[in-house]
């Protein structure tokens, strides 16, 4: 594994910057130049919805807590997510850690706690390519208290032939097996669909690809963030249930996805939840109809040409 100081010098250097493939080792660790971005990727990387940033922030607290951390990526680059850590240490975005090298250097070089960073490629990995490197690193003396996946729905699974709701709630469920044989906590993000996605306050039943994964976790939270939301740095998380506790609260945020900084405002009251739930009224034409009568009338003149 690489030192802290040759991960510095290779992701921030600028004769290595976007040139070079990363380089990874057994281990793996925050190491690596960042590799060159196809456009797709740029895009990806630039939708800030705020799921991945809140596992770093999470992460993140935790390391400096004194905790040991291992964070697998299965979308971003090991270059990029160790850059996202430093930029929540540092309170410097992203763009412009690059030439604050020294702060990042100070900032991280005293943290009570320790940081791996693994990249894996997406439907390649499975859930026991995790479990034979967290061994591994326990092999090398880094006891992980924390693991963080980017997330689970991405690891394949031993289910080829069935349908893909069976092969997400196979892969949950192995997750939460390793989870209770190692006795460590996992953590990690999913999508909502699309019914979802309108929402200002996130239920479980809005879940993407299968609504078991809910049920399989210990403690699920969603994350609300609009248009407007991503303008002015806000959103709402929804504590849809906990094993361990009170759950069906929700609270505002502010959410900072230069840094990865999140601060939790305040519980929202019945009367706010219940004005967050109303969405807005369909536009009227002058005679009467909305975009969704419209559509269905479209849908009925075109069924009866056929």
Not at 266 to 291: C, F, H, W, Y
Request: aromatic share 8%; proline share 2%.
């Amino acid at each position: 594994m690489k030192t802290f100081q040759q991960f510095i010098a290779e992701v921030y250097d600028k004769d290595v910057m976007g040139s070079s493939q990363i380089r990874r080792t057994g281990e793996g660790g925050r190491i690596g130049a960042e590799r060159k971005k196809t456009t797709p990727e740029r895009r990806r990387m630039k939708a800030v919805g705020g799921k991945s940033w809140t596992l770093i922030a999470l992460g993140a607290h935790a390391v400096s807590l004194g905790y040991n951390v291992i964070h697998y990526t299965l979308e971003l680059s090991e270059g990029y997510v160790g850059k996202r850590y430093d930029a929540f240490f540092t309170r410097i975005s992203v763009d412009k850690l690059k030439v604050n090298k020294e702060k990042v250097v100070d900032a991280t070089s005293d943290l009570p706690g320790q940081l791996i960073v693994k990249e894996y490629p997406m439907g390649k990995a499975s859930m026991s390519t995790i479990e034979s490197h967290i061994k591994k690193c326990i092999d090398l003396d880094f006891k992980p208290d924390l693991v963080i996946i980017d997330y689970v729905d991405l690891l394949s699974s031993k289910r080829r032939n069935g349908e893909r709701k069976e092969e997400i709630d196979d892969i949950y469920t192995s997750t939460k097996g390793l989870a209770r044989e190692l006795k460590l906590p996992v953590w990690s993000v999913s999508q909502v669909n699309r019914a979802g996605a309108k929402d200002n306050i996130i239920e479980g039943d809005k879940a993407a690809g299968s609504y078991d994964k809910i049920m399989i976790a210990d403690f699920a939270m969603s994350l609300s963030r609009q248009k407007k939301d991503k303008v002015n740095g806000t959103g709402r998380f929804h504590i849809m249930k906990n094993r361990y506790g009170m759950d069906g609260m929700t609270f505002n945020a502010k959410v900072d996805t230069s840094t990865g900084h999140i601060d939790i405002l305040n519980e929202m009251t019945e009367e706010e939840e219940d004005a967050q739930n109303v969405r807005p009224k369909q536009s009227k034409t002058e005679i009467g109809l909305d975009n969704l009568d419209k559509e269905y009338l479209a849908k009925q003149f075109f069924a009866l040409n056929k």
